[in-house]
């Protein structure tokens, strides 16, 4: 089945220590999403890909940053978490923009 | 900010139909109504769409207001399987897109 994968499902890393996400889909979609959500929080996005072309959110820390490769793949790095930084990471992808978006299961990030 | 306001949480018996409302008071012309649910520890999930006709497919109903500053979700036979965070978003389509996610609605679906 077409999907969005996201590896791994749980990350832990320690105060300061950069760390990256990935995200893969088999989906071929042109758009890519990457959405923190935090305890008891609704998602909130961080930016977004159409192909190549990046969007950040106006509101995103410089501290996160993200990559994409190719059509396949994206990146979520994360230069030095703080502890706030502990949350689940969600990548999406959409055929288009505006379109229905698919999730993928999620990374929970612990920052020791 | 979200441009949605819905209850915090509803409960439902099982095999009954669990209807969500929404108030979108400020939609614009070209903004469509959204519907997204999150089980516990899964990503979002897409539900349903629409612009301003009624809509249905193979998991609800939505059913937007003549003005459009309302919404219902329809979950027509609710399952404990149901039991999420619904969330209803507006959202314009095209570059300038993307989802606002707002407190939701905690449905519960009890035997």
């Known amino acids: 089945d077409a999907m969005v994968i996201q590896n791994p499902r749980y990350q832990v890393t320690q105060f300061g220590k950069p760390v990256t996400l990935s995200c893969s889909q088999t989906?071929?979609?042109?758009?890519m999403y990457w959405y923190q959500q935090k305890s008891s929080q609704a998602p909130k996005l961080l930016f977004h890909y159409y192909d190549k072309d990046f969007n950040n959110e106006a509101d995103t820390p410089d501290n996160f940053q993200s990559r994409r490769p190719n059509t396949s793949f994206c990146f979520l790095d994360i230069r030095s978490p703080g502890l706030g930084d502990a949350a689940m990471y969600l990548c999406?992808?959409?055929?288009?923009?505006?379109?229905?978006?698919?999730f993928g299961p999620g990374t929970r990030l612990t920052v020791l | 900010d979200a441009k949605t306001t819905q209850p915090t949480s509803m409960d439902c018996a099982e095999g009954r139909a669990a209807n969500l409302p929404c108030n979108h008071s400020t939609i614009s012309g070209n903004e469509y109504v959204y519907w997204y649910r999150q089980i516990h520890s899964q990503g979002p999930q897409y539900i349903i769409h629409?612009?301003?006709n009624n809509e249905t497919n193979e998991m609800a109903s939505l059913i937007i207001t003549e003005d459009r500053k309302s919404s219902t979700l329809i979950l027509p036979h609710a399952t404990l399987r149901d039991t999420a965070v619904y969330y209803c978003i507006v959202q314009v389509t095209g570059t300038a897109s993307k989802l606002t996610f707002g407190t939701g609605t905690r449905l519960q679906v009890t035997l």
């Open positions: 629409g612009l301003k």
């Open positions: 989906l071929n979609h042109n758009v």
């Open positions: 999406a992808t959409s055929r288009d923009p505006g379109g229905e978006q698919f």
